[in-house]
């Protein structure tokens, strides 16, 4: 065989779970080798994922936010948007933000390769650098944090520039006239909502009755109702058949869950249809790793596989797929490989959608609870009665708190409305804690805040509120806001 450099851990991929479990695992004492496509870390996440998506979505908002100054008087003249400049900026970020992890890696005298690596068996590696070159790598444990990638549709299988996915919509090469985004899913909606903000007339398909599937309907429903307006149309209940290239742009049979089909065309098309994992090409057949009917690695909760030298971490382990998942499970994994006691096992996992308004949960959600049959009550309080709402002009908000009937423990929260992937933190500490919603309540929250929201949410669990007036819990009127 030929000769292999040695090394304690090797983490495949270097994306948000990647580099935190690498970077965990060294400070730990370990000898850690990373290996990733990318000339840094970051994967898919930072080079092409949440943090330009994000970065955009933030041009979105000043943008809107200017209209918006209407409102109190303050008119501003029509943007000229540079879109090269725009580009440049967004691509600034990432290489900042990627040349900062670089560094990182350095200085914990990671050894970071860039390649792509294969199993020849669980504790041997090939690796093929971007020139072609090939070594080999013996290793005592891998973490395997290959990530995932979007996924296709049959009716789509041909190359276009008009077709896009939502890593290359991000490069942001142009702003078609008209867009049609398949997918009304947390992706679609954050990258549509970025285009149609830009000037493309915007069409959302979604083959569920409403838009993210998966989160409650009242929250769902504040979030539709604000961006209706944004978007040409939002078509639910309705799949792309086919799609075909001409001259001029895509043209798309759309079909209704009734039946009913209709045609139109677009000068782009963006697939928004979910992720799928990387777990094929990696050479886990080599292994002993267990691969589910899904593509994802089965492991338990300590992140092991049913190899007992080869440990799976973020996207390609399950779901959810979400980048502060996977940097959370690299953590634990490290650990456990420096032999400390720990596992996996969250009760609760944020959920966010950075669209605006913004809508996050986490823990329990109403449907679930309604699904399974578990004994619930839910608190709701609408921003129309938040002071700081108001001065926003963003009352259209929604708080909520699922919680036990019988102990008043926080099950979960959903909020939607402006801020909101920052105002679910409280949220998750309250649920992994094992809080009851006195103890919110009794927490003095800052006036005015769109974080009072929260502690009002959790009074009227007890049936009063400040800024609402409800009857005690053994009341049947419903509640009214105050102004």
């Given amino acids: 065989m030929t000769e292999a450099s040695k ?37 898919v996440c930072l080079y092409r994922g949440c943090i330009p998506s994000k970065a955009l979505l933030h041009v979105a908002r000043v943008l809107t936010e200017a209209k918006e ?50 199993f020849e068996e669980s504790q041997r590696l090939r690796v093929v650098g971007e020139d072609g070159s090939e070594r080999f790598i013996e290793t005592d ?40 985004v398949v997918g009304g899913g947390y992706i679609g909606l954050e990258l549509g909502s970025v285009y149609a903000t830009l000037g ?30 944004l978007f040409h149309e939002i078509l639910l209940e309705t799949k792309l058949a086919s799609a075909k290239e001409e001259k001029t742009g895509i043209r798309v049979t759309l079909t209704h869950a009734s039946g009913k089909d209709r045609t139109a065309k677009f000068d782009k098309l963006l697939v928004c249809v979910g992720r799928k994992p ?46 502060h998942k996977a940097s959370h499970q690299g953590r634990v994994a ?21 669209t605006d308004p913004e809508l996050a949960w986490c823990g329990l959600t109403e449907r679930e609870a309604q699904k399974t049959g578990r004994a619930h009550k839910v608190a709701r309080f609408p921003w129309g009665a938040s002071g700081r709402a108001a001065t ?16 008043d423990r926080v099950l979960g929260m959903g909020i939607v409305g402006a801020g909101a992937g920052e105002l679910i933190a409280e949220g998750v500490l309250a649920i992994e804690m094992g809080a009851v919603a006195a103890d919110i309540s009794m927490s003095i929250h800052a006036h005015p805040t769109l974080s009072e929201t929260v502690m009002e949410t959790a009074e009227l669990i007890f049936g009063y509120s400040t800024h609402m007036y409800r009857p005690r819990r053994d009341g049947t009127v419903e509640p009214k806001a105050v102004g």
């Fill in 7 to 43: 090394t304690s851990v090797t983490v495949l991929g270097g994306g948000p779970g990647g580099y935190a479990a690498a970077f965990m695992a060294s400070d730990l004492g370990l000898d850690v080798t990373m290996i990733d496509l990318e000339p840094n870390p970051g994967g």
């Fill in 69 to 118: 100054a209407a409102h109190w008087g303050i008119t501003f003249a029509s943007p000229k948007i540079d879109l090269d400049k725009m580009r440049a900026a967004k691509d600034a970020v990432i290489a900042k933000m990627t040349g900062g992890l670089g560094q990182l890696c350095r200085a914990r005298n990671i050894n970071y390769i860039q390649g792509r690596a294969n």
């Fill in 141 to 180: 444990y891998t973490i395997l944090a290959s990530g995932s990638r979007p996924t296709t549709i049959p009716s789509l299988l041909f190359e276009s520039p008009r077709i896009m996915n939502s890593s290359n919509a991000l490069r942001m090469e142009d702003i078609p006239k008209s867009l049609l």
């Fill in 200 to 229: 493309a007339k915007v069409t959302i398909v979604e083959m569920a009755p409403g838009l993210l599937p998966g989160a409650d309907l009242d929250l769902v429903k504040v979030l539709h109702e604000r961006m209706a307006p």
């Fill in 278 to 323: 990387n777990s094929s090409g990696l050479g886990l057949q080599a292994t002993q790793v267990d691969v589910d009917e899904k593509g994802f690695v089965k492991v338990d909760e300590q992140t092991r596989t049913t190899d007992p030298h080869i440990f799976a971490i973020g996207d390609v382990a399950g779901e959810p797929m979400l980048a």
């Fill in 334 to 354: 490290a650990e456990i490989l420096a032999g400390h006691k720990t596992a996996f096992a969250p009760q609760a996992i944020p959920a966010v959608v950075f």
């Fill in 392 to 407: 926003l002009n963003r009352s259209e908000g929604l708080t909520k708190i699922i919680s036990d009937p019988e102990t």
